[in-house]
């Protein structure tokens, strides 16, 4: 199972009041999954502590990059928590991937692989 936050319904039954408790009920799906994947549409950095629970475990942070009009190009980093391995297939720092059907399925099996290796680690207690 998977959680696209920009996709969640809001809560309707929220505090009118607290426009904040939409969002907090968005985290509690997001925070309880083992592996994210963060498209970052911005020029800063992704902070993996601004995401705090004990199931998220990796990150994976994709950055478009436009190389040239006719083809899009993004780049691919992982974030692992600590005490978790890394997880094959290994996405060399700085790697750029072309949109195509390649890295969708590369992409997928990072994320496959990750859940698999890691689900131990999110039965632990931190």
Same mark, same amino acid.
């Given at each position: 199972m998977f959680h696209v936050s920009t996709l969640l319904p809001l809560d309707l039954t929220s505090d009118e009041e607290d426009p904040s408790s939409? &969002?907090?009920?968005k985290k509690v799906h997001i925070g309880n999954d083992i592996v994210c994947i963060i498209f970052n549409d911005s020029e800063q950095?992704?902070?993996t502590d601004c995401i705090t629970s004990q199931f998220n475990h990796v990150f994976i942070?994709?950055?478009?990059?436009?190389?040239d009009r006719?083809?899009?190009f993004y780049r691919v980093t992982c974030a692992y928590k600590n005490g &978790?391995?890394?997880v094959q297939p290994l996405i060399p720092a700085g790697s750029f991937f072309e949109k195509c059907s390649r890295f969708r399925k590369?992409?997928?099996?990072k994320v496959i692989n990750c859940l698999l290796y890691t689900s131990d680690a999110a039965e632990e207690p931190l």
């Open positions: 939409t &969002v907090i009920s950095p992704f902070d942070v994709v950055q478009k990059y436009h190389h006719l083809r899009t &978790v391995s890394l590369l992409l997928l099996a």
